[in-house]
């Protein structure tokens, strides 16, 4: 802030005039001037491992030479040649892609801004696209979606945790499959309801709600559309959030619901592995995703009723400008009304493109990554200490 300046800052707890535009089709594509953010995990992913596996290798088989007087070749030039070979076979596997010809795609949450970009990126790709709206009458999104992308794209009234709407869209999408279609080859869920707050402020509506999109309604969703993606032998790929390995205050319930989520898809990769079909998750990071799930508007709107809804103890003992705080401190998540999305649909459409897709995507920024990291193989208390909140 300039010196001099007295503009103050509103109150998250108060009523707020400002509104930000909403995000439409411009804002899922990135600004030209500033450079995309996104790092290829995914290749990273892949090529650790066996790089390591190559050093080892090269070590043994270099001193069994060496031992046996066959050759005085050095471990580094094994190495070299282990890695060239291993990365090359590695990529041409990780690149090899499925024909989109005729093969349909369910996708859910596209009322989200991730949704949608999703939608449309899949239907430039060819395939035919089931996009699901959690309230597709009268939404401008959902006209918007029908009248860009091609014939080939359906917009259906989808609500995971409908029960009758679940049954609804899988008898449409069983009649409007492709021709010569065996099934449906990918289910992809987007739908998530991002609930903030620490335990104590969050009503338990709202945490209900967050288990039922968030867990819940993926779960009978899968049930439900299984059969169809079986006969296809295709995949189910479900979007999750770094936060589900990285603990951090006021995401408490938005990460336990994700974190059921993740064990859900572990469970139902081995469970499948069998039958044909792939159980993918794209965990996300918040700089990643930006507003894709969570605006300023409903960022003010969540903090406003949990506060009306604390007891007088409740805000004494925690003050307005802890609370104000604890929840400000997400604001930087909301922001940037053109967050660029392209590492996230990336890893989406990867795990419904890929031949051989990776169990688990991580879309996030270089510092998460590292955090994520650190939380896994780091001592609990120095990480704490660390990453002190």
């Known amino acids: 802030m300039a010196a001099g300046d007295v503009t103050r800052r509103a109150s998250i707890t108060a009523p707020s005039m400002h509104r930000r535009p909403s995000a439409r089709r411009g804002s899922l594509i ?46 580094f030039t094994l190495f070299l040649w282990f890695s060239i070979s291993v990365t090359g076979s590695l990529w041409f596997y990780h690149n ?32 035919h696209v089931f996009a699901g709206f959690q309230n597709k009458a009268g939404n401008i999104d959902a006209d918007m979606l029908k009248e860009d992308c091609s014939g080939r794209l359906h917009t259906l009234q989808l609500d995971v945790t409908s029960e009758t709407q679940i049954l609804s869209a899988s008898l449409y999408i069983v009649d409007h499959l492709p021709e010569g279609a065996q099934g449906l080859w990918a289910i992809v869920n987007c739908e998530s309801w991002c609930a903030l707050g620490e335990l104590e402020w969050v009503p338990f509506s709202v945490i209900r709600r967050a288990m039922e999109v968030n867990l819940l309604g993926p779960a009978r969703l899968v049930q439900v559309m299984l059969p ?13 959030s770094i936060l589900t390995h990285v603990a951090a205050p006021v995401r408490g319930v938005h990460a336990a619901s994700l974190a059921a989520l993740d064990a859900l898809a572990a469970c139902l990769r081995r469970e499948l592995k ?15 995703t930006g507003s894709a799930w969570l605006s300023e508007e409903k960022l003010l709107e969540q903090a406003r009723d949990m506060w009306k809804r604390l007891s007088d103890e ?28 392209t590492a996230v649909t990336r890893a989406l459409s990867d795990g419904v493109t890929r031949t051989f897709p990776l169990a688990r995507y991580t879309p996030v920024s270089p510092r998460e990554k590292l955090k994520s990291i650190l939380a896994e193989h780091m001592p609990r208390c120095l990480y704490e200490g660390l990453y002190a909140d």
């Open 30 to 75: 990135k600004n030209p001037q500033s450079p995309s953010q996104e790092v290829p995990w995914d290749i990273i992913d892949r090529c650790a491992l066996p790089i390591v596996l190559c050093h080892a290798l090269a070590v043994v088989l270099s001193a069994l030479l060496n031992a046996f007087h066959i050759s005085q070749i050095s471990v």
């Open 96 to 127: 090899l892609q499925v024909t989109a010809a005729g093969k349909a795609v369910l996708v859910t949450g596209c009322d989200n801004v991730l949704g949608n970009a999703l939608a449309r990126r899949l239907d430039d790709l060819g395939y």
């Open 228 to 240: 169809l993606v079986r006969r296809a032998r295709g995949r189910v790929v479900l979007a999750s």
């Open 274 to 288: 069998p039958r044909g079909v792939d159980v993918v998750v794209v965990a996300a990071g918040e700089y990643t």
């Open 314 to 341: 409740q805000k004494g003992a925690y003050g307005e400008d802890y609370f104000e705080q604890a929840l400000r401190s997400l604001e930087k998540y909301t922001k940037n009304a053109d967050v660029d999305l």
